[in-house]
């Protein structure tokens, strides 16, 4: 029987994800609304079905890679979500980066109907995905985990946080708190080189080979001087670092950097800017000082 897979979030991770498997030899049903999508998803040899019930009652195992919160839910749990299509032999793995308290009450509708659920979001971006390389941050129940992992495998290596959904979140959002506080950083250093007469490419190369340099250095700020995809999408990273900031005020956490960094991304979100490339962020401060 040839080995499948459901994938429901056919985006800038869901679509590199789902030639991943079927370069693996993997039949992959999925589901997208957009026609282009749709068509490039059946391009690459995916199987488009008209919900995700329809995904789920497919195959053993759905990989949920949507944006955000109120997507997760409606994929899940909605009418023709993934739950009215699934058996007790199913399992949903959830990498999308979401709030704790919205992915551990999904876990709860999937344990209530005697699903397994996989809490896996991940770091690394589309270009780790081609080749396997993601690094998965893991929560899952040790008899779940070991079904997903040949799957999980196929695009990454595991890092094993614990056995309750949520914890993978938790994890997740320590590692978006600094690749935002990366990106402003960046953005507010090629800003100080450009001021100051220095040329920003050699400021970079500098900085990137040196102690502070880090891969999403190097990869975001070749992205800004040169004009190129960078390895997220600016409304992504504006849901990440909003969500840092929910989770701070839960807790008390006079998270200042954060602070001052979800502002640089609310202001480009106010500016009509969610749908643009990451490495854009830099035009807002670049527009507060230009004279």
């Known amino acids: 029987m040839a080995k499948s897979i459901g994938i429901i979030g056919l985006g800038r991770v869901g679509m590199v994800a789902a030639e991943k498997y079927i370069s693996e030899g993997y039949q992959v049903f999925g589901y997208a609304r957009r026609p282009e999508v749709i068509a490039e998803f059946e391009k690459l040899g995916g199987i488009h079905l008209e919900n995700p019930a329809s995904v789920a009652s497919s ?20 009418e023709g979500g993934i739950l009215d299509g699934t058996s007790p032999e199913s399992t949903v793995i959830c990498m999308s980066t979401i709030n704790r308290s919205n992915l551990e009450w999904v876990a709860g509708k999937c344990s209530e109907r005697g699903v397994g659920f996989a809490d896996c979001p991940f770091t690394g971006g589309p270009g780790r995905v081609k080749t396997g390389t993601l690094t998965l941050i893991a929560a899952a129940a040790p008899a779940v985990l070991e079904k997903t992992r040949p799957v999980l495998e196929v695009i990454g290596q595991i890092t094993l ?45 500098v900085v990137g080979s040196g102690i502070a340099g880090n891969d999403y ?17 600016l409304g992504q990273l504006w849901k990440d670092v909003n969500i840092i900031v929910t989770t701070a005020r839960e807790h008390n956490l006079p998270l200042l950097g954060t602070y001052a960094t979800a502002h640089y991304f609310n202001m480009a979100v106010a500016q009509g800017m969610e749908n643009e490339d990451a490495a854009r962020l830099i035009e807002v401060l670049q527009k507060m000082i230009e004279p």
């Not at 195959?59 to 909605?78: F, H, R």
Request: charged share 15%.
């Open 59 to 78: 195959v053993k195992m759905v990989i949920v890679l949507v944006l955000n919160d109120s997507q997760v839910k409606e994929v899940v749990t909605g």
């Open 161 to 205: 946080i614990g056995d309750t959904p949520g914890m993978g979140q938790a994890v997740k959002h320590c590692n978006q708190l600094l690749v935002t506080a990366v990106h402003t950083a960046t953005n507010e250093l090629i800003t100080l080189a450009r001021k100051t007469g220095a040329d920003p490419h050699l400021v970079c190369e």
């Open 217 to 233: 250095f190097r990869l975001l700020s070749s992205a800004i001087l040169n004009d190129t995809a960078s390895p997220g999408g």
